[in-house]
């Protein structure tokens, strides 16, 4: 997807996301990448929102895709499986017997690293114009449980060499990412009303030392909000 199309797109999903999300921000920058992270609460059950999770072509935006439809989308949800897009022959040709035509093709958006249903998916891929920097986007799709359905979570880490400007890109990815999961949220009934405290922003990821552990992958969102700030009125605006 080129570019100026790109950032273009972001008008139409920007509105879903301010709909959608509990919160978003670029929570994390510096020259040679960035940390963006979303959050929703849906109705849906964490066995829901996998079972949706897995058919990105009901959810993803065709406003972000290389075919212009997400009907041409699929994915694959085991380790080593691809999150990718059919691009169909634009001259409609088909070979014989009705299969598809030579001028088919096709574009790995991302390929799974961590598949633990109802709980985390982690994505390894570089979206959109990133795709032809020499750059490492890794997404992680956290899910847990809660007493009105499922509370949801994007981090979308991008680090690397780019020929982009960080501080250009990283807003409008931020809002790409945003509106994929304003999508999910809304192929899953739509997005409920943020609890009273997670409305605030995300705070930066915590810096870390030859001293210091990561947390587990399967440490979940722990109340979805739980490394929020404290109050909504410090929260950037989007």
Not at 62 to 70: K, L, P, Q, R, T
Not at 97 to 112: D, F, L, Y
Not at 184 to 201: F, H, I, Q, S, T
Request: with cysteine; aromatic share 6%.
């Amino acid at each position: 997807m080129h570019l100026r199309k790109y950032l273009t797109a972001l008008a139409v999903p920007a509105a879903v996301i301010s709909a959608s999300a509990a919160h978003a921000k670029v929570i994390d920058q510096s020259e040679i990448g960035f940390t963006v992270a979303h959050t929703a609460q849906v109705a849906a059950s964490p066995e829901d929102v996998w079972t949706m999770l897995r058919m990105p072509q009901k959810w993803w935006s065709s406003e972000h895709s290389w075919s212009g439809d997400a009907a041409n989308f699929w994915l694959d949800s085991q380790a080593g499986g691809c999150f990718c897009e059919k691009l169909p022959d634009p001259t409609g040709a088909t070979r014989p017997g009705g299969g598809p035509g030579p001028g088919m093709g096709s574009v790995q958006h991302a390929r799974i690293l961590f598949a633990r249903p109802n709980e985390m998916m982690r994505l390894s891929g570089a979206f959109g114009p990133l795709q032809g920097e020499a750059l490492t986007g890794t997404l992680t799709i956290q899910i847990k449980k809660t007493p009105t359905g499922s509370a949801l979570r994007f981090d979308y880490v991008v680090g690397g060499y780019m020929r982009f400007k960080v501080a250009d890109i990283a807003p409008a990815v931020d809002k790409v990412i945003g509106a994929q999961l304003g999508g999910l949220a809304e192929a899953l009934g739509g997005a409920l009303p943020p609890a009273r405290d997670e409305k605030a922003a995300p705070e930066p990821a915590p810096k870390r030392d030859a001293d210091t552990k990561p947390a587990p992958d399967d440490a979940g969102l722990d109340t979805v909000a739980a490394d929020l700030a404290k109050d909504e009125e410090t929260a950037t605006p989007e």
